[in-house]
């Protein structure tokens, strides 16, 4: 009985997924700016206009609603 739960034990651990490996050391980065060029990411100014609208568009909903809805309750 030991031995064929040593077996199953063995085939369990050899199924299973390994430890990562351990980093060591320190990774040295170039002195580049490590920020992304706006210019390089498609649709961002595009998007930012489409932002702001949907912004200057609810702000616009919340203070008509604000004065709307007290001239319907009275």
């Given amino acids: ?3 064929d739960q040593a077996v199953v ?9 390994k430890a990562a490996p351990r980093r060591g050391g320190r990774i040295v ?3 580049a700016d ?3 060029p706006i210019d390089r990411v498609p649709f961002f100014v595009s998007d930012l206009k489409q932002l702001g ?8 909903i919340l ?12």
């Fill in 1 to 3: 009985m030991g031995g």
């Fill in 63 to 74: 203070v008509g609603g604000a004065q709307l809805i007290p001239l319907v309750l009275k």
């Fill in 34 to 36: 490590p920020a992304i």
């Fill in 29 to 31: 980065l170039d002195n």
């Fill in 53 to 60: 609208i949907t912004a200057a568009v609810m702000v616009a």
């Fill in 9 to 17: 034990r063995s085939v369990e651990m050899s199924l299973a997924p």
